[in-house]
Nanobody, 115 residues
Framework: QVQPVESGGGLVQAGGSLRLSCATS????????MGWYRQAPGKQRELVAR???????TYADSVKGRFTISRDNAKNMVYLQMKNLKPEDSALYYC?????????WGQGTQVTVSS
């Protein structure tokens, strides 16, 4: 199976912004569920944001109003725009894509927010 590939992580100061990207070689129209998850050291992986094919989005309470998930069907991409970043947002961010008989996870991209 071909897994999604994340990019865009990095080191940023608190209050800064980053945009994460996730690319897939699968037909994006077959993917009904796309999500961004994160895992900080010593913590469980948690859902950050999710978008389903019909458009509705879901966000963790901790990122509402600061993060925006979007998808570009023409480019087979999903994005996570992150603004007003906080040190507690530091984590390894994973892209997840679900289709029929497919549950793909990327390798993760590191986001570090300094105070």
């Amino acid at each position: 199976q071909v897994q999604p590939v994340e990019s865009g992580g990095g080191l940023v100061q608190a209050g800064g912004s980053l945009r994460l990207s996730c690319a897939t070689s699968r037909n994006i129209y077959s993917i009904y569920d796309m999500g961004w998850y994160r895992q900080a050291p010593g913590k469980q992986r948690e859902l950050v944001a999710r978008i389903i094919s019909s458009g509705p989005t879901t966000y963790a309470d901790s990122v509402k109003g600061r993060f925006t998930i979007s998808r570009d069907n023409a480019k087979n991409m999903v994005y996570l725009q992150m603004k007003n970043l906080k040190p507690e947002d530091s984590a390894l961010y994973y892209c997840n894509m679900k289709a029929y008989n497919y549950d793909g996870w990327g390798q993760g991209t590191q986001v570090t927010v300094s105070s």
